[in-house]
C-alpha cells in the first residue's frame, strides 16, 4: 500500500462521539486524500490536502473536519458521528497533481 | 451529482472470457481516466490508465478503450482468471486543477470469474 498506514483499522462508536482516523505516510508525497467508500457510490473525497496547513474540502464535506501539521500526517475528525457515517474511509496520497493516487488499507467505522 | 456512471454493478463470467465494463462521463475536461482494481478488505490499486488523446492502451490482459466522442470509456480483461475476481472502479479526472487530482469515480462493479 505504497507507504501508507491507517489507524484504526475498525472502530465502532455511537452517535455523538467524536472521532478521530489517522493516516501515516512515508513516502512524502505532498498530496492527502480522504475518501469515503460507500455500496453504490464508488469512492467520493471528503477533503484533500495539498501541503502542511493547506487543505481543501471535497465532495462530501459536511460533518468532517481535516488537520494536517507534519507532510506525513492527515487526520479526519468526524466532530459528533451520526450513523450515516458508517462507511469504510481510505486515505490516498500522490506526489503532484498529475501523478497517481495511492490508497491506503482503510478505516472501517461503524457508527451505532 | 454522479459525473461518471459505471456499468454493470455485478458481472460473472467463465475463466478465459472477456468481461467489458462501461463508463460514461459528462465533463469534458475531463484528462486522464484511471482503473482501479480492489480486492476485499484492500484499498484500491491503480490498473490503468488514459488520456483523451489515445483510442486504446493496453497492459498485459487488461484494455482501455476510449471514446471520446461519446464520452466513453471501457476497461476489457482478456483470457480472465479467477484471480481477476475483484471490485474494479473507473475515475476521471479534471484538468486545471491547482490543488490536488480530484477524481470522480464511478460506483464499481464487482466481477466474479468462476474457475
Known amino acids: 500500500d505504497a507507504g501508507i498506514t491507517q489507524s484504526p483499522r475498525h472502530k465502532v462508536t455511537e452517535t455523538g462521539t467524536p472521532v478521530t482516523l489517522r493516516c501515516h505516510q512515508t513516502?512524502?508525497?505532498?498530496?492527502m486524500y480522504w475518501y469515503r467508500q460507500d455500496p453504490g457510490h464508488g469512492l467520493r473525497l471528503i477533503h484533500y490536502s495539498y501541503g502542511v496547513k493547506d487543505t481543501d474540502k471535497g465532495e462530501v464535506s459536511d460533518g468532517y473536519s481535516v488537520s494536517r501539521s507534519k507532510t506525513e500526517d492527515f487526520l479526519l475528525t468526524l466532530e459528533s458521528a451520526t450513523s450515516s457515517q458508517t462507511s469504510v474511509y481510505f486515505c490516498?496520497?500522490?506526489?503532484?497533481?498529475?501523478?497517481?493516487?495511492?490508497f491506503g488499507p482503510g478505516t472501517r467505522l461503524t457508527v451505532t | 451529482q454522479q459525473q461518471v456512471k459505471q456499468s454493470p454493478q455485478s458481472l460473472i463470467v467463465q475463466k478465459g472470457g472477456i468481461p467489458i465494463i462501461n463508463c460514461a462521463y459528462e465533463n469534458t475536461a475531463f484528462d486522464y481516466f484511471p482503473w482501479y482494481q480492489q480486492f476485499p478488505g484492500k484499498g484500491p490499486a491503480l490498473l490503468i490508465a488514459i488520456r483523451p488523446d489515445v483510442s486504446e492502451k493496453k497492459e498485459g490482459r487488461f484494455t482501455i478503450s476510449f471514446n471520446k466522442s461519446a464520452k466513453q470509456f471501457s476497461l476489457h480483461i482478456m483470457d480472465s482468471q479467477p484471480g481477476d475476481s475483484a471490485t474494479y472502479f473507473c475515475?476521471?479526472?479534471?484538468?486545471?486543477?491547482?490543488?490536488?487530482?480530484?477524481?470522480?469515480f464511478g460506483e464499481g462493479t464487482q466481477l466474479t470469474v468462476n474457475p
Open positions: 475515475a476521471a479526472r479534471r484538468s486545471g486543477e491547482t490543488s490536488g487530482s480530484r477524481l470522480t
Open positions: 513516502e512524502n508525497h505532498r498530496y
Open positions: 490516498a496520497i500522490s506526489e503532484s497533481r498529475r501523478t497517481y493516487e495511492y
